[in-house]
């Protein structure tokens, strides 16, 4: 899942400077031999921990928006349990995926006091996803090719504000289905993606920046996450990760388009993953944002744990 733990919509005087409509997505979240699960069927749990740093917010032209300071840290854990069945479809086992984020710290700086930038934390918005993990294509060395689709919702069951310009909650339900995969060029050398496709579904109770709105329905976005990785050594696997992100359509506040708040960015860098055994991995990635528009342009690094139950 980055992802980003966050929900914005900023206002400065009386004039909207700064758009950020889209909830909470993976960027990043997933990263090396994203197309396979690393020991077979059963119970999994991953734990991720981002720290997300931030000195800007861009406008919709990419320029920080125009404000003495716009800076924000934070810090998020998400919880992830998953299972996969033994049960065969369509040539793979079908599975769950459970994700429960939890915004913790957040220090937010505008220079005003934080009079245009006011924030929350506590609890995310839930990801539930039903998937299918179909069988590897194998070669005479290994596997080659390995993918999954899943039918991910995220249900608004997080801490909402609508006085609050960040909100760990994006108070709407939203669809956000992928397909994920990973190809061997090599027993070693292996690249991986994963594409999703967001719909977002109305908010009712709009931020206070649109006034007396009846609703707000954010745009649709394509987003994914792509890496590549060598290992060198049977424990070790090092390389290069990423995510992109852009919103395809425009926001719709009372069921009109609203011009200039469409988002997009995009990010690089570098990663790792040690596996201590078939059943407990450890991955670091980090990731440094780029061309960010109607959102925070910053640098962000997880850490996730894997275990597979056995």
């Known amino acids: 899942m980055n992802k980003k733990i966050l929900s914005l919509a900023l206002i400065c005087s009386s004039a909207q400077i700064f758009a950020s409509d889209l909830p909470t997505v993976n960027l990043g979240m997933s990263s090396f031999v994203d197309g396979a699960v690393p020991a077979g069927t059963g119970w999994y749990a991953q734990t991720y921990f981002q720290n997300y740093s931030a000195d800007s917010i861009r406008d919709a032209n990419g320029d920080k928006v125009a404000l003495p300071k716009s800076e924000i840290d934070y ?41 245009a930038i006011k ?21 005479e060395n290994g596997p080659k090719f390995s993918h999954r689709i899943e039918f991910q919702v995220n249900v608004p069951t997080g801490k909402y504000d609508r006085n609050k310009d960040i909100n ?51 745009g649709q976005a394509v987003h994914a996450n792509f890496a590549t990785s060598y290992a060198v050594s049977p424990q070790l696997r090092l390389g290069l990760n990423g995510y ?11 069921g009109e388009d609203v011009e200039g708040r469409k988002e997009q960015v995009w990010a690089i860098g570098p990663g790792a993953m040690y596996s201590f055994d078939q059943h407990d991995h450890l991955a670091l990635n980090a990731y440094f944002e780029q061309d960010a528009e109607n959102r925070p342009q910053g640098d962000s690094v997880i850490f996730r744990y894997i275990h597979h139950f056995h």
Do not use: E
């Not at 998953?82 to 995926?97: E, M, Q, R, T």
């Not at 709407?172 to 992928?178: I, K, Q, T």
């Not at 992109?244 to 009372?254: C, E, M, R, S």
């Open 119 to 139: 924030s929350q934390r506590g609890m995310g918005d839930i990801m539930i996803g039903p998937f299918i993990q179909f069988d590897p294509i194998m070669g």
């Open 168 to 218: 760990p909650s994006a108070n709407a339900v939203s669809l956000d289905p992928y397909w994920s995969a990973t190809y061997w060029f090599n027993p070693k050398w292996t690249a991986s993606t994963r594409i999703h496709y967001l719909y977002n579904f109305k908010n009712d109770d709009p931020n206070y920046s649109f006034g007396d709105a009846d609703d707000i329905q954010a």
């Open 75 to 115: 810090q998020s854990i998400v919880q992830q349990i998953s299972y996969l069945s033994d049960v065969k479809v369509a040539g793979g086992n079908i599975g769950l995926n459970l994700l429960i984020p939890v915004l913790g710290h957040m220090d937010v700086d505008d220079g005003l006091n934080n009079q």
């Open 244 to 254: 992109w992100l852009k919103q395809i359509t425009d926001t719709q506040v009372n």
